[in-house]
């Protein structure tokens, strides 16, 4: 599959919706991936008579952050692209972990978006990244909806979050790179094997063909039919909601104790999600132990990541704080 300027325009045009003239932000790390997202994009707004910044954040994990920001930056005021250093606060930086590196990145970009009324942020993920997290996410025992991994579209604190290059292979953006000239640098902390992700990364690099197929078929099979298993825990529990409102979900245990554990376990997962407005729910370890309590005779209440479960009579109670 070939990446060109003219393909990259009609696949943007047909799948997302943007205002007459449209104003957007791209992560850019200074990275091929980034660099190449840029680029193409680049095109696009000129097409479309927009206007386009690159939002580049020195991290302050490494000593040379600020100079390749520093760098990056003149390289795109060369090619007559407009770009802003975003710096993470000195507070915002203690663990140095890639899960505090994310956190900072995304709110400085998404709260710089707000401030200029910038409606689309895109990031530069692609086919191998997705894979990536897939195995990530595997090894980690997430449910059919962490397995789903990274979306083309989604929404961060009222920005919305396009990734645009998700069918496309690092070696088709390196290719992309080297045809069109464009400079780029690598990130060290890509090779570091103290982190999980570059060590999958590496992982993947060393393994036969035969093993990759296998994982992209696995992951090719959560994408179909993730949605049906989604919409099927939905249906399960409108059916038996009892009451339900910011704090409480009560629901009728008599109609769910029977399920495989797969499923109730993902039925409890979403309850959680809903009562405390995060993504991040308990683990599938932590779940299934609630599990096998609830189906003991003497069970009574059960904490888990700070949700209260109770059982009264032939009803499961679920709340954020014991009521």
Do not use: W
């Amino acid at each position: 599959m070939k990446l060109t300027n003219k393909e990259f325009i009609k696949k943007i045009e047909k799948k997302y919706i943007f205002e007459k003239k449209p104003s957007v932000a791209v992560a850019v790390s200074g990275g091929p991936d980034s660099m190449s997202l840029l680029f193409l994009l680049n095109g696009f707004i000129k097409y479309k008579k927009g206007k386009l910044i690159a939002l580049i954040v020195n991290h302050r994990i490494r000593k040379n952050s600020k100079e390749e920001a520093n760098y990056i930056s003149a390289y795109l005021e060369k090619n007559n692209i407009k770009s802003q250093i975003l710096t993470v606060n000195k507070d915002k930086v203690s663990k140095k972990s890639m899960k505090e590196a994310r956190n900072n990145r995304y709110n400085l970009l998404t709260d710089f978006c707000i401030k200029n009324n910038i409606l689309h942020l895109f990031i530069a993920h692609h086919k191998d990244d997705n894979l990536e997290t897939f195995l990530n996410r595997k090894i980690a025992g997430s449910d059919f909806y962490g397995l789903k991994s990274m979306s083309e579209l989604s929404l961060y604190k009222k920005v919305v979050i396009i990734r645009p290059l998700l069918n496309f292979s690092k070696e088709i953006l390196l290719d992309y790179n080297k045809k069109n000239k464009i400079q780029y640098i690598n990130d060290p902390s890509n090779f570091n094997l103290d982190y999980t992700r570059p060590t999958i990364r590496n992982f993947l690099k060393r393994s036969n063909q035969k093993i990759i197929k296998e994982l992209n078929k696995d992951f090719q099979n959560i994408l179909f039919y993730s949605p049906y298993f989604i919409q099927m825990i939905h249906e399960i529990l409108l059916k038996n909601i009892v009451q339900v409102d910011s704090k409480i979900i009560v629901i009728d245990l008599d109609n769910i104790k029977n399920l495989n554990e797969f499923t109730f376990e993902n039925i409890i997962r979403r309850i959680y999600q809903f009562l405390f407005f995060e993504s991040n729910a308990p683990r599938s370890k932590k779940t299934r132990i609630l599990i096998s309590e609830i189906k003991k005779l003497n069970f009574n209440n059960f904490n888990i990541k700070g949700m209260i479960v109770k059982k009264n009579d032939d009803f499961l109670t679920f709340s954020r704080k014991s009521v």
